[in-house]
Nanobody, 115 residues
């Protein structure tokens, strides 16, 4: 069964850090692209970060310099390290993998930045 499962979300104070994980099962994504998106309450989903199969990364302007996307192909996992978190980072974070024309999505993990 093809599946993406995110984990690592939770409640964190402003300025804090979290590390999200996205574990893939049912397929090998080493040649695929990994993405993180987020959706805040009442807002449309927005792209956050991208990592190519070769390890090249790119970030949305709102998170550049604070978030780091990485991948471990041996573990079939994509990560999102989030530092210097702000109130505006509160959202459900979703993992997306695109591989051979197929588009896989996880159900998301909630990140709540609150004091």
């Amino acid at each position: 069964q093809v599946q993406l499962v995110e984990s690592g979300g939770g409640l964190v104070q402003p300025g804090g850090s979290l590390r999200l994980s996205c574990a893939a099962s049912g397929f090998t994504f080493s040649s695929g692209y990994g993405y993180w998106y987020r959706q805040a309450p009442g807002k449309p989903r927005e792209w956050v970060a991208l990592i190519t199969s070769g390890g090249t990364t790119n970030y949305a302007g709102a998170v550049k310099g604070r978030f780091t996307i990485s991948r471990d192909n041996a573990k079939n996992t994509v990560y999102l390290q989030m530092d210097s978190l702000k109130f505006d980072d509160t959202a459900v974070y979703h993992c997306n993998v695109v591989l051979n024309g197929n588009d896989y999505w996880g159900k998301g993990t909630l990140v709540n930045v609150s004091s």
